[in-house]
C-alpha cells in the first residue's frame, strides 16, 4: 500500500510540466490556422474583387469612367469582405483584343477600338494581406494576393 501512495506522489507535477511544453505548440497551431483562413478568405475577395473591377469596367463608355467604376468595385468589394490591404490594393485596368491574345491596349485604345471589334477589358487586382493584429507569432513577411479577370466590352455599344 506504501508503494502504491508513493508512485502517486512521484507523478505529481507532471501535467503541469506537460502542458508547459505544450501549450506553445498549440498557440502556434491556432496561429497557423488562423493564417490559412485568412490567406484563403483574402485569395476569393480578390478573385471576386477581380471580377466585380472587370465588369464595372467594361459596361463603361469611356476609359474615364471605366478607371473609376473598377476601382470603385474593387474597394467596395474588399471592404464588403473585411479585408484590409497593406498598402491599399492595387488595380490595373487594361484592354485586349480576342484576334490578338497577346497584345495588350490602355484603356483609351480600348475604348477607342471600332464597333465590332471583340474588345475585353482585363481586371488585374493585387493585395497584400496584412498579419500586424498576428506579429507576436513572429510570421514571415506577407506575399502579395492577385486576381485577374477578363470580361468582354458589348461589341455594339456606343463608346466614348
Known amino acids: 500500500m506504501a508503494g502504491r501512495i508513493r508512485g502517486r506522489c512521484a507523478e505529481r507535477g507532471s501535467v503541469s510540466v506537460e502542458v508547459a511544453i505544450l501549450a506553445p505548440v498549440f498557440v502556434l497551431l491556432f496561429g497557423m490556422a488562423v493564417v490559412a483562413g485568412r490567406q484563403a478568405i483574402a485569395e476569393n475577395a480578390v478573385s471576386a474583387a477581380a471580377h466585380d473591377a472587370a465588369r464595372a469596367s467594361s459596361i463603361s463608355r469611356t476609359a474615364d469612367q471605366a478607371q ?14 473585411g479585408l484590409n490591404c497593406d498598402p491599399a490594393a492595387a488595380v490595373t485596368l487594361s484592354g485586349r483584343s480576342a484576334l490578338s491574345k497577346g497584345t495588350k491596349w490602355s484603356l483609351e485604345e480600348a475604348f477607342a477600338q471600332p464597333l465590332g471589334d ?3 477589358i482585363v481586371a488585374e487586382v493585387t493585395c497584400v ?23 468582354p466590352i458589348d461589341r455594339y455599344r456606343s463608346r466614348g
Open 118 to 120: 471583340p474588345v475585353f
Open 129 to 151: 494581406v496584412s498579419y500586424e493584429d498576428l506579429a507576436a507569432l513572429g510570421l514571415p513577411a506577407p506575399e502579395p494576393v492577385k486576381a485577374y479577370f477578363v470580361s
Open 68 to 81: 473609376a467604376a473598377g476601382a470603385t468595385a474593387v474597394t467596395e468589394r474588399l471592404a464588403e469582405q
